[in-house]
């Protein structure tokens, strides 16, 4: 085997929908004002009875039974998240538990917004070097609980949710590259710390951060698969903010390519942002087995990672 690939995508959100009028009756703040800074116009809430392991293992459940295998067909578990309450076990031991999967490896990864890409890049390599055949890719994010409800700047942008990929080995690269980095000495630019452990950002940095700097990193993923972005099919971004994702997109020079826009159903969710995003592509069919798409995570750290994929 020459490369690895994803088998098949899953998602999961809570049944609990908060949209911009019932925040209108918590804090400050309006529909309009809401749409007209981030685009969002409804976010998924999870209940207290919902831990994000939970959030994790149902989208995980789902890309298996999309991919036709069983948990004990999987040796690694990865999850990526920046909302685990506990220290020990990790959220990858709970969703293996949780599924049935038998002595896997266990990891969980902290890259905030840009874990997922992350989180697959570490299968891809372990795929590629034998280290482990089939791995779970899941990225889960509970923003709500490191939430302040009375902040109106931090709390009409969060929401719930996990996304999940299968990845396995595959006889052509599926998977490309990866091109990941950071900017360590903006690292406090987004933030989730304190007891208890609360959200924030400096939106202004991000935003100039990620609509100037971004777009050049983003082109060189797609030379690293060896593509142009005319080449292709869609554009899976960290789902953070409308303002950035459409500014991002047009400058990456993708004139073609469906756009995920997720963020207006979903909000910030985090590490779930890109999974979810394009399992949802893949639900509804606006993208198809082998199309190039890239997924491209960037935020907390201010770190970023994107790939070139291929559509399962």
């Known amino acids: 085997m020459n490369g690895s690939r994803i088998a098949a995508v899953g998602h999961y959100q809570p049944?609990?929908?908060?949209?911009?009028e019932d925040l209108a009756g918590l804090v400050d703040t309006t529909d309009e004002w809401i749409r007209s800074r981030v685009g969002i116009r409804t976010r998924h809430i999870a209940g207290p009875d919902e831990p994000v392991d939970e959030l994790g293992a149902h989208a995980a459940a789902k890309a298996l039974a999309a991919a036709g295998l069983a948990p004990a067909d999987i040796d690694l578990v990865l999850v990526a998240t920046s909302t685990a309450v506990d220290r020990s076990p990790n959220m990858a031991a709970r969703v293996a538990a949780r599924l049935g999967v038998p002595q896997a490896a266990?990891?969980?990864?902290n890259v905030v917004c840009a874990g997922f890409t992350h989180?697959?890049?570490t299968a891809d390599h372990a795929v590629r070097a034998g280290g482990a055949a089939r791995a779970l890719v899941i990225g889960a994010d509970k923003m709500s609980e490191v939430t302040d409800w009375s902040d109106r700047t931090t709390c009409v942008l969060v929401g719930d949710g996990a996304g999940a990929a299968v990845v396995e080995a595959a006889d052509e690269p599926a998977i490309g590259p990866v091109l990941w980095g950071s900017v360590p000495e903006m690292g406090n630019a987004v933030r989730i710390e304190g007891t208890p452990p609360r959200?924030?950002?400096e939106g202004q940095s991000v935003y100039r951060w990620a609509t100037t700097q971004l777009p050049p990193i983003a082109r060189r993923a797609c030379e690293r698969a060896g593509l142009r972005p005319a080449d292709l099919a869609a554009i899976v971004l960290h789902q953070a903010n409308l303002?950035?994702?459409?500014?991002l997109a047009e400058k990456i020079g993708a004139v073609d390519a469906v756009v995920a826009r997720d963020v207006t159903e979903s909000g910030n969710?985090?590490?779930?942002?890109?999974?979810?995003a394009f399992s949802k592509l893949v639900e509804r069919g606006e993208i198809t087995t082998g199309d190039p798409v890239l997924l491209f995570g960037f935020g907390g750290n201010l770190s970023y990672a994107g790939q070139v994929v291929r559509c399962p």
């Open 15 to 20: 049944a609990k929908v908060l949209t911009n």
């Open 106 to 109: 266990t990891m969980d990864l």
């Open 119 to 121: 989180a697959l890049a």
């Open 199 to 201: 959200f924030a950002q």
């Open 243 to 247: 303002r950035i994702i459409e500014p």
């Open 269 to 276: 969710t985090s590490a779930a942002s890109i999974p979810l």
